[in-house]
């Protein structure tokens, strides 16, 4: 058998055991934070039903959903006069009856249409689990990731909004990471912008074109708009909106203002103040709120606030949290007049943006806090059933399994970062005493071996 030239598919990454050290360190702020908040965990499967997943990110999102080839006999099933008729999106479905999930919230609707008699609603939920997406890797862009969501679903209150950006704040407070934007927006006022200028029917294909402002610049957007059919005189009218100056209230009163005739916006105008006023009587430690009236979320479930998360300025990274409201998702599973409202933490880039930073506390590594050295026979018997009793007080620690050359046993321990270690040899064992090696500044000191649990405790 030929060998196999070990290596991963693009997008994907293996983890050390340091670099899961901080992962894990990460889920155990998210997860408190979580829990503080009233949320409970529920996890779904890697892969649902291809219907359940596909038409409801828009024909973008579909794109990069990863299908499940079906196996064995139903490879037959495939409609291959589809094939030859050239529909390919007929083709491809019969080929496929699964898919990767590509996010958390689609399978969390799913969920709640599924479970509703079990569920007591509103239900507060947070999801912890990998998702899927065929997008093309790059530096904070992943094929395969850990995403972090929290929903509450079952209660139109706008309080649900002001929670999550407090959510927020207080995750990125415990991770000791500052000066955090949240981007606000709503989608009535966008729905308004539509009408505005002429494009109400043209709605999904105006905010998946101005979600792609930061990336392709307003020229950009303006040719995407043109490639879909607007008019130069829509386009024309959307200028100034794209072009907002000053803090949170006066562009919001210029927007307010310029839509002061469509009712939708001004609905979706009212929400977003009450939420904003909300949260400027808190005291937000990490975030600050910025009004984007350009920010769309081409999601197409959302109906009422978007919202986006974006790093300390100067971190070359994209948005590092996302969410909003969305009042119809569970519809597509028969369950009628469900609203919800979730956030998502972009674990993997919050991951990098707390390395770039360094705010990983230093001691992360650190499990083993005292090893064993082994000198073999009686010593290392006792120093076995000693090492048991610590463990079953919870105390991390462990035994050399051979007793080589002792420079091989410290150049172990320094590898590992183990702060102490325990001497005993034969010697030692005759005098019955041990000795304890501080391996960060190197001291040395000497202790009865009757006490020998008691010592070692404290070293934790």
Request: glycine share 8%; charged share 25%; aromatic share 10%.
């Amino acid at each position: 058998m030929s060998s196999v030239k070990p290596s991963i598919p693009k997008g994907t990454r293996d983890f050390s055991p340091a670099v899961l050290a901080k992962r894990n360190y990460l889920k155990a702020q998210l997860i408190t934070a979580f829990e503080n908040f009233g949320f409970q965990p529920i996890e779904t499967p890697s892969f649902e039903r291809s219907e359940s997943l596909l038409g409801k990110y828009g024909d973008e999102g579909d794109r990069l959903i990863f299908k499940i080839l079906n196996s064995g006999n139903k490879v037959k099933n495939a409609d291959l006069q589809a094939l030859e008729k050239g529909e390919l999106a007929k083709f491809s479905q019969s080929l496929s009856q699964k898919a990767l999930r590509y996010d958390l919230t689609v399978p969390f609707a799913r969920y709640v249409a599924q479970y509703q008699n079990d569920i007591q609603f509103p239900f507060r939920r947070y999801q912890m689990q990998n998702v899927w997406r065929a997008d093309r890797p790059q530096h904070g862009r992943f094929q395969e990731f850990l995403q972090c969501d929290a929903d509450v679903v079952g209660e139109r209150s706008l309080w649900q909004e002001v929670e999550g950006v407090l959510l927020y704040d207080r995750v990125f407070s415990k991770l000791k990471l500052k000066e955090v934007k949240i981007h606000l927006n709503h989608r009535k006022i966008l729905a308004g912008i539509a009408q505005c200028i002429g494009a109400e029917s043209q709605l999904i294909d105006f905010t998946v074109a101005l979600d792609k402002l930061s990336k392709i610049g307003v020229d950009g957007v303006v040719d995407e708009l043109q490639t879909k059919g607007f008019l130069d005189d829509a386009i024309k009218r959307l200028e100034p909106f794209l072009s907002l100056k000053g803090n949170f209230e006066s562009q919001l009163a210029t927007v307010s203002e310029a839509l002061k005739d469509i009712d939708i916006a001004q609905e979706g105008i009212e929400e977003l103040k009450f939420i904003y006023n909300e949260l400027s009587k808190q005291s937000l430690n990490s975030v600050s709120l910025t009004f984007d009236v350009t920010l769309a979320r081409g999601l197409n479930y959302y109906t009422g606030l978007i919202l986006e998360v974006m790093p300390p300025e100067g971190i070359k990274m994209g948005s590092i949290g996302g969410g909003g409201r969305y009042d119809n998702l569970t519809d597509l599973f028969g369950l009628k007049n469900t609203s919800g409202f979730g956030i998502s933490f972009g674990f993997d880039r919050i991951f990098l943006v707390l390395e770039e930073l360094n705010l990983f506390p230093n001691t992360l590594n650190n499990k083993t806090q005292v090893l064993f050295l082994n000198f073999g026979g009686n010593s290392a018997s006792f120093c076995f059933d000693q090492l048991t009793k610590l463990r079953d007080q919870d105390f991390p620690c462990e035994l050399y399994p051979n007793p080589v050359k002792l420079k091989k046993q410290l150049n172990y321990a320094d590898q590992r970062s183990i702060p102490y270690l325990v001497m005993l040899g034969s010697e030692e064992l005759q005098k019955e005493i041990f000795v304890v090696k501080n391996m960060i500044n190197r001291s040395q000191s000497e202790h009865p071996i009757i006490e020998m649990l008691q010592v070692v405790r404290q070293l934790g």
